[in-house]
């Protein structure tokens, strides 16, 4: 597991150099806007999973007329998916994406902590 989380989450392991390819125009190029920018990166929590916008604005930091305004620009620059069918429900294009998000933006020590807890959480579910 640390061999595959070195090779992986290092400063120019697999996912930055995935990521920095081919989603860092998404994230830095194709946004102009911090508070478009928040909420990728409280979508990216749930990885690629469908996240309801209540559930985002339960987090989000901002009035919820930005919120609108993101979440319209992100769904027009296809940098999120709106869900068919149901109104206000969005995800991430790829888990990828959101990996390398959480990469981009949390502390080393803090990611280190997140992914040994996910470790330990899976291997309990599958004991």
Do not use: C
Not at 24 to 37: A, G
Not at 61 to 73: I, Y
Not at 80 to 106: C, D, M, N, P
Request: net charge positive; no cysteine; charged share 35%.
């Amino acid at each position: 597991m640390e061999d595959v989380a070195e090779g992986a989450f290092t400063p120019n392991g697999a996912i930055r150099l995935i990521g920095d390819r081919y989603y860092r125009d998404d994230f830095y190029n194709k946004i102009q806007k911090d508070s478009y920018r928040q909420v990728l990166r409280i979508m990216a929590d749930r990885l690629d999973s469908w996240v309801a916008k209540d559930e985002i604005k339960q987090t989000f930091k901002g009035a919820e007329s930005v919120l609108n305004n993101a979440l319209k620009a992100l769904r027009d620059r296809h940098i999120i998916l709106s869900k068919e069918g149901v109104r206000g429900v969005y995800r991430l294009q790829h888990k990828g994406f959101a990996f390398w998000i959480k990469l981009q933006t949390t502390e080393p020590a803090q990611l280190r902590h997140e992914m040994e807890t996910a470790s330990d959480a899976r291997e309990a579910r599958e004991n």
